[in-house]
């Protein structure tokens, strides 16, 4: 069984910037995709970021070239860097983890969610 818990989320201005980190715990051997999602409200949830156990990322159209994915593979944590936030950015973002089974599949894991809310 895996946790995963989630910090970094808050208020921040339009123009500025936030570091969202995800730290997985729990019973596994490895952690296979990584990935940041988001949600805002009657929207529906929407990948932000992603990144695999290799290191290849992969961002929303939205995001790219101001969010920054990363992952620490000792320390089982993954983060997203968000600069130049807009409004638009505002949601519950979530953190994934996919976890390799013996059965030969992955089972995912969620975290709770944190609020980013950008103010203009």
């Known amino acids: 069984q895996v946790q995963l818990v989630e910090s970094g989320g808050g208020l921040v201005q339009a123009g500025g910037s936030l570091r969202l980190s995800c730290a997985a715990s729990?019973?596994?051997?490895?952690?296979?995709?990584m990935t940041w999602y988001r949600q805002a409200p009657g929207k529906q949830r929407e990948l932000v970021a992603a990144?695999?156990?290799?290191?290849?990322?992969n961002y929303a159209d939205s995001v790219k070239g101001r969010f920054t994915i990363s992952r620490d593979n000792a320390k089982n944590t993954v983060d997203l860097q968000m600069h130049s936030l807009k409004p638009e950015d505002t949601a519950v973002y979530y953190c994934?983890?996919?976890?390799?089974?013996?059965?030969?599949?992955?089972?995912?894991?969620w975290g709770q969610g944190t609020q980013v809310t950008v103010s203009s």
């Open positions: 994934n983890a996919e976890i390799p089974t013996r059965r030969g599949y992955d089972v995912g894991y």
């Open positions: 729990g019973s596994f051997f490895s952690i296979n995709a």
């Open positions: 990144i695999t156990g290799g290191g290849t990322t």
